[in-house]
């Protein structure tokens, strides 16, 4: 492990963090069940940060059906081409990125080839190259910590010199678990909700270079 002064490891989480993906994801439940009374808005809030399985168990119990067993691909095919078309890096990441010189990497739900399109399209792939991690690899999905844990193992680094950039709740929870700092990043609507323990909340991209270099600072 790494050990040294002043080292630490970013883990940034992709979607509604480095990527606003969020709206995208939702946007296709919509599109294609328009049975679907709810809110753009409503559905981000409900589902952020959820593995899929369940949000689509969730959505046959509230409506009262069996999906058809093509949805998860019809489903993954619309995103694919909404990201392609609408993906945008969420606002100040880039500026974050480039003023951020620690080791990083993104360590999301989705499966890989979720995660490339969405760093590439948004023009983020560049900062992370090859150190992706998906919960499709290891089987485990937030809010346990094993995608964390498995992504700080890989990088070289304890949990204890691990800061990961989350913005739901089942990601801070899995960071909490995982011995690692969250840093919560909030949107405008979520600003004013109490901090979890040890949690270090912010609402601004450009605070968190320095948000960082603090941690750096004091990590053991």
């Known amino acids: ?20 993906s ?35 168990a969730d959505l046959e119990s509230r409506l009262g059906l069996k999906l058809p067993d093509t949805f998860e691909r019809h489903y993954r ?11 945008k890096p969420m606002p100040g990441v880039l500026e974050m990125l480039e003023a951020t010189h620690f080791p990083k990497c993104v360590a999301s739900s989705g499966p890989v080839m979720k995660i490339r399109q969405g760093l590439q399209v948004s023009g ?38 691990c800061a990961v950039v989350e913005d739901s709740e089942v990601g801070v929870t ?5 011995g690692m700092q969250a840093f919560q990043y909030l949107q405008n609507t979520e600003v004013g909700l109490p901090p979890a323990e040890n949690n270090v909340l912010f609402d601004d991209m450009l605070q968190l270079p320095q948000l960082l270099a603090d941690f750096a600072s004091q990590a053991r």
């Open 77 to 87: 095919q619309h995103v694919a081409e909404l990201f392609a078309r609408e993906l």
């Open 1 to 20: 492990m790494t050990n040294y002064k002043g080292l630490i490891c970013v883990i940034f989480d992709l979607d509604g963090t480095l990527v606003d």
């Open 174 to 178: 899995a960071a909490g678990t995982a």
């Open 22 to 56: 969020e709206g995208l994801c939702n946007q296709a439940f919509l599109d294609l069940l328009p049975q679907l009374d709810d809110s753009l808005t409503s559905l981000i809030t409900r589902y952020r940060g959820q593995k899929l399985a369940p949000i689509l």
């Open 124 to 161: 983020l792939a560049p900062h992370f190259g090859d150190y992706i991690f998906s919960s499709y690899q290891v089987g485990s999905w937030k809010p346990e910590p094993d995608l964390f844990q498995y992504a700080a193992r890989t990088m070289g680094f304890s949990p204890g010199r």
